[in-house]
């Protein structure tokens, strides 16, 4: 069984300090791949990165970056500099390799808060 | 403006009632997707189709339907068997795996309200 757990709930910074969201997943799969989605308060969830099993590189995109570790099963996600647009629900998503049957198991999110 | 609706963006129903969700997409996806979402909690599957005329149950399918007669289309009903249907609908689709891309793109979701 797939399990996927963001234990922190709710976070609120002050904008500008870096602020890091946990992910900590289970799975028995060799191959599989982990997500971030942002969910403002609009609701639509907006897709941010995908990440390979295979490729334990961290991934820096502007003020967003990744780090993965299988070692601890974990894929954690840092905003440096924070802004008040990056409040918003992000959630963690994994998903394995099963040809033709690609299902997405989500964390219970985390609530990120950015204070002006 | 290519992208995956859903409307209407609010829905309210009254108990004993089916009622159906709509979802369209313009992207040529191949594989399409719906999702529930309960305050506080993540998104949990109901239904999802890799190609037309062919879909699959999720984790959460008992009290909902769905019809993938076209592939910009897949329409779900929250029939009156479903004991908790109020929640925040999402609709979702992927190029799909034949394409080796795996992201799911969402639509702005529709919340439904059941009194």
């Known amino acids: 069984a797939q399990k996927v757990t963001q234990a922190q709930t709710e976070i609120s910074v002050v904008e500008k300090e870096d602020v890091t969201l946990d992910c900590v997943y289970e799975?028995?799969?060799?191959?599989?791949?982990l997500f971030w989605y942002k969910q403002p308060p609009s609701g639509e969830l907006v897709f941010l990165i995908r990440?390979?099993?295979?490729?334990?590189q961290n991934e820096i995109s502007g003020r967003y970056s990744w780090n993965f570790q299988k070692s601890t099963s974990s894929f954690n996600f840092t905003i440096t500099a924070s802004q008040v647009v990056d409040s918003a629900v992000y959630f963690c998503a994994l998903m394995k390799s099963n040809f033709g049957n690609e299902k997405l198991t989500f964390g219970t999110g985390t609530r990120l808060t950015i204070i002006p | 403006d290519g992208g995956i609706t859903q409307s209407p963006k609010y829905l309210f129903r009254k108990e004993g009632q089916n009622v159906t969700l709509s979802c369209e997409q313009n992207l040529n996806h191949d594989a399409m997707y719906w999702y529930r979402q309960d305050p506080g909690q993540g998104l949990r599957l109901i239904y999802y189709?890799?190609?037309?005329?062919?879909?699959q149950k999720g984790d959460i399918a008992e009290g909902y339907s769905v019809s993938r007669e076209k592939k910009e289309s897949f329409p779900l009903t929250v029939t009156s068997a479903q004991k908790n249907p109020t929640a925040f609908y999402l609709c979702?689709?992927?190029?799909?795996?034949?394409?080796?891309?795996?992201?799911?793109?969402f639509g702005p979701g529709t919340r439904l309200t059941v009194t």
């Open positions: 990440r390979n099993s295979f490729d334990e």
């Open positions: 979702a689709s992927s190029i799909g795996a034949l394409a080796g891309v795996y992201e799911q793109y």
């Open positions: 799975t028995r799969d060799t191959t599989y791949y």
């Open positions: 189709s890799q190609i037309v005329n062919d879909f």
